[in-house]
């Protein structure tokens, strides 16, 4: 009784502080009040500053965010749910500020505290809710998405424990904790209202209504509560406030009732965090999945919480009719992590809502879309059937009937072919079933999109080549892009005061108007300008490298990066053995036409993944030679930048010479890092890879340093590879493998790189190596004396900014919003 009295009074107390209360605070005004009450307590000053303000550049939010709600409710938008397990959103303050423009008044506001908004800014913990590339992308996306107008939510995990925080001891990651809750985060907003449940394990039942319908209910459950989390994504400029609703798992209070009721109070009470533990902590694997139960539950968890919500306000609005729900929704997969949502969605259809099979497959076919981004095998998501019959026993029986009725459809078009239908059924057979998640997502969907074109050729040609067979109309590209406003207009002020200067401030959402400054390749003034910008660049990046490794960066060196998860298929490894045959030439004295270098590695390894563990081993160990030899320090330094995080790419890539993307072709889906270097000036020595394929149509060869073999060359030379004899054929690589073989970089602990000698040398090393080492060591060198020729390379600089506004995201999410979405 008492929750409906206030329930129906909200409202008017709302209508009430609309009329009765002052105009809004100025973000000066809503500072000076906040500070007031943060400095009142025993924190340390810095972080009550950043707290603060960040409050107050929220209260600024408020209103915009309110109005795009009710908007978006009031014209029956279409609306758009991008579901993901990650999140990389880094910090929100800086990007708050650019898109609000409240910049200037936010340093007047400061001025009275003698601190400098820079300062206050790194008070900020990096909200580390993803792995890599697919995370960022997500967070790209959602910045697009507001800045473009579009009514998109993201819907992910609140992790109480982001991304671990990488240290470096003795060459060796360790691992800790991502606490980045600990201190609070002034951005988001619990919203309770919002609250649904969550079932696990229990069994089915079946029943017959009055009508003589059976039914199925899924009972004896445990249930989570899912609570809502909000955090508000602004739109540049554009007084749109798009919203992250991030969910975490507490228990209901109905929990372990049966103990409780036993009288064993305190033992219910502390089993409530068997609920909490779903979401904790955010798993650190980014390419092989280990099939743990506990991530099952997350993605079941995030799942069903997101459409039940998307669900609820449907009904709210048209009551129980979905037949328009495919028409006024879709939701956008980012990758199979979220793609249990299938069954799950059938599942409340069908059960919840009372619709009949078809009338439920015909919604969830017309509102599901799935993004793949890996071609990697290991990657590929399965799991036990044993797992999901007791944790989600009403979800595995809607996958074997959903596989039932697909499996007509193999055999209608392969007739009398039982071999197809045991290689593109979902269940894999066998001992110990799986569910194949792709195939799931592929076989629900009504869009199957790879993020770049050699990707999404391969996958119609290999992975998903029967199912293209089958349905070429779902499948289509959507090259991955960046958001412009971070990775420019935001972490380089001084290239984007020039951009501006040159071009205006309409760059900032169409990145095509940077094509005009190619137009200023032969203007001296602005070449210079160009260069003492990235001299300034290369000075703070340098500051940061001394700060973090101890090492000296000389901004007169070269500055040659790569920074990303470590795996073998992007291949640090190669990276190493090029500083490895570089320190050797130094060495033998062979330092003609040798441009001094400082090249810069950073990533981290999955916990559990050895050979990239010991990769980043190595590269520390070779820095230590590297950079304690007085003889080679003119020439080359190296480090290994422990932590590489969001917010460490927004001082690096400003920086940056040479931008290294170097997977082996045809094994990185797109790789996004690559177009923030290139966006910000940085010249790119790749191979013929995910998006540098398209990198390099629109900046043209001779402003790309191209080497290696291609995706075609790279599946060939497998049949017949043989390294031992590719090692030998080069002097320059013997030797490299030479001073690795004698221990050099080990003195005191023998033995250790075993592993990395024997993966090059191996017919079966899958990522080829020994295959591009000379190609890439010669291009190396023709990169060199580019850069000595400084005039030269600027030039290539402009243009390889001038050509980089096609990885704007928001080109990319133009593609979704047109030929997906269709909003
Ligand atoms: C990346 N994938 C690709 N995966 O590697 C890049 O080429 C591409 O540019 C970006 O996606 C964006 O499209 C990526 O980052 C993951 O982080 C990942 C996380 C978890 C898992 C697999 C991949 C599991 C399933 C193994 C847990």
Known sequence: MANKVSKSSTKELAENAAAYCEPCDSLGMAFSRHIRYWLSRDDDASTAVFYSLALSVKEQMLEAWRDTRSQDAQFDKKQVAYLSLEFLM????????????????????????????????????????????????????????????????????????GMFVQKIVDGYQQESPDKWLRSGNPWEVRVPVHNVTVPFFGRTESYVDRNGRRHVCWVDTHDVLAVAYDMPIPGYKNQRVNTLRLWKSEATDEFDLDEFNQGDYAEAVARKNLAEQITMVLYP???????????????????????????????????????????????????????????????????????????????????????????????????????????????????????????????????????????MSIIEEGHDPHIRMAYLAIVASFSVNG???????????????????????????????????????????????????????????????LRKIEGCVDNKTFVKQW?????????????????????????????????????????????ILHVIHLYHRILQGDTQNMVPRCVLIGGKAAPGYAMAKTIIKLANNVAHMVNSDP?????????????????????????????EQISTAGKEASGTGNMKFMMNGALTIGTLDGANIEMLEEVGEDNFF?????????????????????????????????????????????????HIINAILSPYDQWMTAADFDDYCAVQQKVGLAYQDQKYWTQMSIRNTAASGRFSSDVTIAGYRDEIWRV
């Open 90 to 161: 880094g910090r929100a303050l800086g990007n708050a500020l650019l898109s609000l423009d409240l910049s200037d008044e936010c340093r007047q506001a400061l001025k009275e505290y003698s601190v400098t908004l820079e300062e206050v800014q790194e008070q900020e913990h990096d909200a580390g809710l993803g792995n890599g590339g697919l995370g960022r992308l997500a967070a790209c996306f959602l910045d697009s998405c507001a800045s473009m107008d579009l009514a998109v939510t993201g819907y992910g995990i609140r992790y109480e424990y």
């Open 285 to 423: 694997n980014d390419s092989s999945e280990n099939g743990k139960e506990l991530r099952l539950r997350q993605q079941y968890f995030l799942s069903s919480a997101s459409l039940q919500d998307l669900l609820r306000t449907w009904v709210k609005k048209f009551g129980t009719d979905f037949s328009q729900f495919g028409v006024k929704n879709a939701i956008q997969l980012n990758d199979t992590h979220p793609s249990i949502a299938v069954p799950e969605l059938m599942r409340l259809l069908i059960d919840e809502y009372l619709l009949e099979w078809d009338e439920a497959w015909a919604i969830t076919t017309s509102t599901m879309a799935y993004t793949n981004h890996t071609l990697l095998p290991e990657a590929l998501e399965r799991w036990s059937v044993r797992m999901f019959s007791y944790m989600l026993p009403r979800i595995l029986d809607i996958i074997y009937e959903i596989n039932a009725r697909y499996m007509d459809a193999v055999a209608h078009q392969w007739p009398g072919n039982s071999q197809k239908l045991a290689e």
């Open 451 to 513: 993020v770049a074109g050699l990707h999404t050729q391969l996958l119609k040609s290999g992975l998903f080549k029967d199912f293209y067979q089958l349905w070429p109309e779902k499948f289509n590209n959507k090259t991955n892009g960046v958001t412009p406003r971070r990775w420019l207009a935001y972490c380089n002020p001084r290239l984007s005061a020039l951009l501006t200067k040159q071009l205006g401030e309409g760059w900032v959402t169409d990145l095509s108007q």
């Open 531 to 575: 260069q003492e910008v990235k001299q300034a660049n290369k000075q703070e990046l340098a500051a940061m490298v001394k700060q973090q490794c101890g090492v000296d960066f000389d901004p007169a060196m070269m500055f040659d990066v790569q920074v990303k998860r470590i795996h073998e298929y992007k291949r640090q490894l190669l990276n």
């Open 631 to 659: 003889l080679v320090r003119p020439f080359l330094r190296f480090a290994f930048l422990p932590n590489y995080n969001v917010s460490a790419m927004e001082k690096i890539c400003p920086g940056t010479d040479l931008s």
């Open 706 to 754: 191209l080497f290696g073999l291609n995706a075609e060359q790279v599946a060939q030379t497998r049949q017949n590879y043989r390294p031992a004899d590719i090692v030998s054929a080069s002097p320059a690589l013997s030797a490299v493998m030479e001073l690795l073989t004698s221990g050099h970089f080990n003195l005191i602990e023998p033995g250790i790189f075993e």
